[in-house]
């Protein structure tokens, strides 16, 4: 991580008190300057809150601006000159710059005597001989707070026979306290199950061979169960960094899917939800595969925090599609977010923890834009358990599988938990998508209404923040209709066009009504959508869609909403034209953007008038070689 470099970047603790340093410049400029020069009155206000101890000194390492307002300012912390490994914390503050607590790691102030018993050269040979090592370089004298409280401590670099690590020895004591791997990134061919030929992060080490370990995520591991249930899982090694041949029953091919999976949904995490891992620290996890003998599951181990993969009958029929993982992932995040151990998995609770693990399953498999695994709303479609074809859950229409519930009903509850998330699973379909023929299945509601959705993208985002915001652990349906709405009232607005979207939805599968008595004074002057039989989109190049307003009215905002079909969604500039030729941007190309379609409602802002006369959509292919189609699009005014 780099170290942010502002003009408010560290304090000095002289004497007992925080005091600016040297390094103080002028007033702030920026929101992150105002949040820092915040951050730092209320370091002053509340020492024992950050454990302050006399030598203490304190540098900015970041602050952000979250898009609710919120601000979180990231120090680290020095203790007589000498870094402190886990002496970090965070101000947090709320939208109006009040102070709204502390993230520290320090159970208590450092009281630590920087006069080492053990010199350098005594560490360097502590650590040669305790971990065997090749080679030791020179050490550095710092305080090692990991754990809570602070120790003295050398930190140096070793060359051991699996590769470099990073080892700290007790400056007191000489024993080694831990040696953390420093290898270098490789990048892998993997030929998988499901995905067809993907690219792997592994790691290579001083033996040139290479393993199924990720450094660009936490260093998290695929390793190998050998069909055994419980016992040692040896991480995947390789010469030459080529991993499997298609083929389920070749060991390593299994692997590759899950590598390759895992990665893919923490990427999808990271990038759509700003989220570090499984457990948003950066730290990766371990997948294994091979688990039992034709064991047919996949699954997150509540108590090792590991997931876990069988082999499928005849131990050919592996459970490691992308969804799949991203399913299981998902698991670990909920656990993460919902102390102790998640939703709780009975009951309508553990009903919406399978909706929550089926949607962002989902969502991954959409992230990876994979043309050998296109991305769709069934869940594990690609395994064939049942050898014929059919997924194991539709979330379009839950009731395909023969058990699932595409309504809520008293008692829904007492169904088995993959059967009654089909009531979570059924609104997210409506809210993304929207009911009717869609391009991913037919989906009918509960109540006879038409639904139009607001995207996968946008109803994600609305889910994720009830799951990290709202959601607790004996959520029922009733709590996560008003936990999302509460969510979309947060990101988007209450009342708008997506709030109003999310009480239908809910309506739609039976869980409260469509009208909000809160929401009743708020007029909807006009709701057009048009509809034509897939519109073909030049390739590249631009084509205008018209709809015509008859009258005038003062309004500041209006909502656009767009339905596309295009196989990269990146490649598409998309804006609204008033009758007067102003020009507001929906959408730029966005060469990182790999997923596919558009179906999403935007915000413009008009100023107060909405114009008569004729509203144009463009929409433009900035990139040869893909074609798609408009299917409609809408104005709410």
């Given at each position: 991580m780099?170290?942010?470099?502002?003009?408010?970047?560290?304090?000095?603790?002289?004497?007992?008190?925080?005091?600016l340093?040297?390094?103080?410049?002028?007033?702030?400029?920026?929101?992150?300057?105002?949040?820092?020069?915040?951050?730092?009155?209320?370091?002053?206000?509340?020492?024992?809150?950050?454990?302050?101890?006399?030598?203490?000194?304190?540098?900015v390492?970041?602050?952000?601006?979250?898009?609710?307002?919120?601000?979180?300012?990231?120090?680290t912390?020095?203790?007589?000159?000498?870094?402190v490994?886990?002496?970090?914390?965070?101000?947090?503050?709320?939208?109006?710059g009040?102070?709204?607590?502390?993230?520290?790691?320090?159970?208590?102030?450092?009281?630590?005597?920087?006069?080492?018993?053990?010199?350098?050269?005594?560490?360097?040979?502590?650590?040669?001989?305790q971990?065997?090592?090749?080679?030791?370089?020179?050490?550095?004298l710092?305080?090692?707070?990991?754990g809570?409280?602070?120790?003295?401590a050398?930190?140096?670099?070793?060359?051991?026979?699996?590769?470099?690590?990073?080892?700290?020895?007790?400056?007191?004591?000489?024993?080694?306290?831990?040696?953390?791997?420093?290898?270098?990134?490789?990048?892998g061919?993997?030929?998988?199950?499901?995905?067809?030929?993907v690219?792997?992060?592994?790691?290579?080490?001083?033996?040139?061979?290479?393993?199924?370990?990720?450094?660009?995520?936490?260093?998290?591991?695929?390793?190998?169960?050998?069909?055994?249930?419980?016992?040692?899982c040896?991480?995947?090694?390789?010469?030459?960094?080529?991993?499997?041949?298609?083929?389920?029953?070749?060991?390593?091919?299994?692997?590759?899917?899950?590598?390759?999976?895992?990665?893919?949904?923490?990427?999808?995490?990271?990038?759509?939800?700003?989220?570090?891992?499984?457990f948003g620290?950066?730290?990766?996890?371990?997948?294994?595969?091979?688990r039992?003998?034709?064991?047919?599951?996949?699954?997150?181990?509540?108590?090792?925090?590991?997931?876990?993969?069988?082999?499928?009958?005849?131990?050919?029929?592996?459970?490691?599609?992308?969804?799949?993982?991203?399913?299981?992932?998902t698991?670990?995040?909920?656990?993460?977010?919902?102390?102790?151990s998640?939703?709780?998995?009975?009951g309508?609770?553990?009903?919406?923890?399978?909706?929550?693990?089926?949607?962002?399953?989902?969502?991954?498999?959409?992230?990876?834009?994979?043309?050998?695994d296109?991305?769709?709303?069934?869940?594990?479609?690609?395994l064939?358990?049942?050898?014929?074809g059919?997924?194991?859950?539709?979330?379009?229409q839950?009731?395909?599988?023969?058990?699932?519930?595409?309504?809520?009903?008293?008692?829904?509850?007492?169904?088995?938990?993959?059967?009654s998330?089909?009531?979570?699973?059924?609104?997210?379909?409506?809210?993304?998508?929207?009911?009717?023929?869609?391009?991913?299945?037919?989906?009918t509601?509960?109540?006879?209404?038409?639904?139009?959705?607001?995207?996968?993208?946008?109803?994600?985002?609305?889910?994720?923040?009830?799951?990290?915001?709202?959601f607790?652990?004996?959520?029922s349906?009733?709590d996560?209709?008003?936990?999302?709405?509460?969510?979309?009232?947060?990101?988007?607005g209450?009342?708008?066009?997506?709030?109003r979207?999310?009480a239908?939805?809910?309506?739609?599968?039976?869980?409260?009504?469509?009208?909000?008595?809160?929401c009743?004074?708020?007029?909807?002057?006009?709701?057009?959508?048009?509809e034509?039989?897939?519109?073909?989109?030049?390739?590249?190049?631009?084509?205008?869609?018209l709809?015509k307003?008859?009258?005038?009215?003062?309004?500041?905002?209006?909502?656009?909403?767009v339905?596309?079909?295009?196989?990269?969604?990146?490649d598409?500039?998309?804006?609204?034209?008033?009758?007067?030729?102003?020009?507001?941007?929906?959408k730029?190309p966005n060469?990182?953007?790999?997923?596919?379609?558009?179906?999403?409602?935007?915000?413009?802002?008009?100023?107060?008038?909405?114009?008569?006369?004729e509203?144009?959509?463009v929409?433009?292919?900035?990139?040869?070689?893909?074609?798609?189609?408009?299917?409609?699009?809408?104005?709410?005014?």
């Amino acid at each position: 991580m780099r170290r942010i470099s502002m003009v408010l970047a560290a304090v000095l603790l002289c004497s007992g008190a925080v005091a600016l340093s040297t390094t103080t410049a002028q007033a702030a400029g920026t929101p992150e300057d105002a949040a820092i020069a915040r951050a730092l009155d209320y370091i002053k206000q509340n020492p024992e809150a950050v454990r302050t101890a006399e030598g203490d000194r304190y540098e900015v390492w970041k602050a952000g601006i979250a898009e609710t307002g919120f601000a979180h300012v990231r120090f680290t912390r020095s203790f007589k000159g000498l870094p402190v490994t886990g002496g970090d914390f965070v101000v947090h503050l709320t939208p109006q710059g009040a102070l709204d607590g502390f993230s520290v790691g320090l159970d208590k102030p450092l009281a630590v005597d920087t006069a080492p018993k053990i010199s350098a050269d005594e560490a360097a040979a502590k650590a040669k001989e305790q971990l065997r090592a090749i080679e030791v370089g020179t050490p550095k004298l710092l305080v090692d707070a990991a754990g809570g409280t602070g120790r003295l401590a050398w930190q140096l670099p070793v060359t051991l026979a699996e590769g470099l690590a990073d080892a700290t020895v007790d400056a007191t004591e000489g024993r080694v306290l831990r040696a953390l791997p420093d290898e270098h990134t490789a990048t892998g061919t993997g030929h998988s199950v499901y995905s067809g030929t993907v690219s792997l992060s592994t790691t290579g080490s001083a033996l040139l061979l290479y393993r199924t370990i990720d450094p660009l995520r936490g260093n998290s591991r695929t390793c190998n169960m050998n069909n055994a249930m419980s016992g040692a899982c040896t991480t995947f090694t390789d010469v030459n960094n080529i991993w499997g041949d298609g083929n389920p029953l070749t060991t390593q091919t299994a692997a590759v899917d899950v590598h390759y999976g895992a990665a893919n949904a923490w990427d999808y995490f990271k990038y759509r939800h700003g989220r570090n891992g499984i457990f948003g620290d950066g730290t990766g996890v371990e997948s294994r595969v091979h688990r039992g003998d034709e064991w047919v599951n996949a699954s997150w181990s509540l108590s090792q925090k590991v997931m876990q993969y069988g082999d499928g009958v005849d131990n050919a029929h592996p459970l490691v599609a992308l969804d799949v993982v991203g399913h299981e992932m998902t698991h670990g995040v909920t656990q993460a977010e919902i102390p102790p151990s998640g939703l709780i998995y009975s009951g309508e609770s553990g009903g919406l923890n399978e909706t929550t693990s089926d949607i962002f399953g989902t969502m991954a498999e959409f992230y990876a834009a994979n043309s050998n695994d296109p991305a769709d709303y069934r869940i594990g479609e690609e395994l064939d358990l049942f050898g014929n074809g059919e997924p194991l859950r539709y979330m379009n229409q839950p009731s395909l599988d023969g058990a699932s519930a595409d309504c809520y009903y008293p008692g829904v509850g007492n169904l088995d938990v993959h059967y009654s998330s089909g009531v979570g699973n059924h609104f997210f379909f409506l809210l993304a998508q929207g009911s009717g023929n869609t391009f991913y299945g037919s989906s009918t509601t509960c109540n006879g209404a038409d639904i139009v959705g607001i995207g996968r993208t946008k109803a994600a985002k609305i889910w994720y923040h009830a799951l990290a915001n709202y959601f607790t652990a004996d959520e029922s349906f009733a709590d996560a209709r008003a936990d999302t709405l509460a969510a979309a009232a947060e990101l988007y607005g209450k009342c708008g066009t997506t709030y109003r979207s999310v009480a239908r939805a809910w309506s739609a599968v039976g869980v409260g009504p469509s009208l909000l008595w809160q929401c009743l004074t708020i007029p909807i002057w006009d709701l057009v959508w048009e509809e034509w039989p897939r519109n073909p989109i030049p390739d590249p190049g631009p084509y205008k869609w018209l709809h015509k307003i008859q009258e005038k009215g003062t309004l500041e905002t209006i909502e656009v909403g767009v339905n596309i079909i295009h196989p990269r969604r990146g490649d598409l500039r998309i804006w609204l034209v008033s009758p007067a030729g102003k020009e507001y941007l929906l959408k730029a190309p966005n060469r990182e953007d790999r997923e596919a379609d558009v179906t999403e409602v935007f915000q413009v802002k008009l100023g107060g008038v909405v114009e008569p006369g004729e509203w144009a959509l463009v929409v433009e292919d900035t990139v040869k070689g893909e074609s798609g189609n408009v299917n409609g699009w809408s104005l709410l005014y």
